[in-house]
């Protein structure tokens, strides 16, 4: 059974409109993150969280909210979708810990129109 | 700022014939390094982490990690049809990471196995 799991897998939405992406994990990790992927472009981290009911700038934030309700939940916000925030976000979870594993969800597609 | 490259872009293979990817990286602290396979449409699957010069295998999976040449390498023996996916490289920064295993990822090698 996934461990990491992400809703919608797709979604289209209009310039301007808002836009939440939700990551749920059964893995009982501390760490939660999101990342996009842009074709022809590897992962880059937006949000990461280490606790719930907080959450830390990665390295591409601005345009993008994080909230993380509770341990097992971590959303993406888009408060004003822009054509340039076409892509697909990832979200992953992993334990405390240098060398500690990062487990990913499937995806989401979200095309910005 | 890690520079992660990934090469080549995309290579074919035949079904059993040996595959070899390769990373190249820009921070030579970097001791943390990480393949994983991309299906189409699907998440991210870890194949192989290393984290000291040298060879780990697992499985029909190595990688080779050179840090005084800034070189990371997986090689796949025995390519399946299966195994035609979308190869990414991910390094971590080093010490100055904190707490969390930061990763800069390249941007992958298409890789398609043909019967």
């Known amino acids: 059974e996934a461990a990491v799991t992400q809703s919608p897998r797709s979604k289209v939405a209009v310039t301007g409109g808002k836009v939440t992406l939700s990551c749920h994990q059964t893995?009982?990790?501390?760490?939660m993150y999101w990342y996009r992927q842009d074709t022809g472009h590897g992962l880059r981290l937006i949000h990461y969280?280490?606790?719930?009911?907080?959450?830390e700038k990665g390295d591409i934030p601005d345009g993008y909210k994080a909230s993380r309700p509770s341990q097992e939940n971590f959303s993406l916000i888009l408060e004003l979708a822009s054509l340039s925030q076409t892509a697909v976000y990832f979200c992953?979870?992993?334990?405390?810990?240098?060398?500690?594993?990062?487990?990913f969800g499937p995806g989401t597609r979200l095309t910005v129109l | 700022q890690q520079k992660v490259q990934q090469s080549p872009e995309s290579l074919t293979v035949s079904e059993g014939a040996m595959a070899s990817l390769n990373c190249t990286f820009s921070d030579g602290t970097s001791n943390n390094f990480r393949w994983y396979r991309q299906h189409s449409a699907k998440g991210l699957e870890v194949l192989v982490s290393i984290f000291s010069d040298g060879e780990k295998e697992e499985g029909r999976f190595t990688a080779h990690l050179n840090r005084a040449n800034l070189h990371v390498s997986l090689h796949i023996r025995e390519p399946q049809p299966s195994d035609s996916a979308v190869y990414l490289c991910?390094?971590?920064?080093?010490?100055?990471?904190?707490?969390?295993?930061?990763?800069?990822f390249g941007a992958g090698t298409r890789l398609a196995v043909c019967p």
């Open positions: 969280s280490y606790v719930a009911d907080s959450t």
């Open positions: 992953a979870s992993s334990e405390r810990g240098f060398y500690a594993e990062q487990f």
């Open positions: 893995n009982n990790h501390d760490y």
């Open positions: 991910a390094v971590s920064m080093g010490l100055l990471s904190g707490s969390f295993n930061k990763l800069t």
